[in-house]
């Protein structure tokens, strides 16, 4: 069933048709992909600023070590 199976006005159907969309609602796969669209796809594009400028900022790191001698800082941590 998906969400094109609308309540109509004969009450047999219509309990069926309820009995099948909350049956396919309580799926864990359902569940689970609509979590991910609401949660993880909604704010993609925050997280792929986040991770392109940590991806910058560990490359500017990267070449400021290897310009100076960044082991004597690091070996205090």
């Known amino acids: ?21 909350t049956y396919y609602s309580e799926s864990w796969k359902v569940r689970m992909n609509v979590t991910m669209k609401k949660y993880v796809f909604g704010s993609w594009p925050c997280l ?14 990267q070449a400021a070590c290897s310009m100076y001698n960044c082991s004597k800082f690091f070996k205090a941590l």
């Not at 069933?1 to 969309?21: C, Q, W, Y």
């Not at 792929?48 to 790191?61: C, G, P, V, W």
């Open 48 to 61: 792929t600023f986040l991770a392109a400028n940590i991806l910058i900022l560990m490359s500017t790191l």
């Open 1 to 21: 069933m998906t969400k094109s199976v609308r309540v109509t006005k004969v009450p047999i159907l219509d309990k069926a048709i309820e009995g099948a969309n």
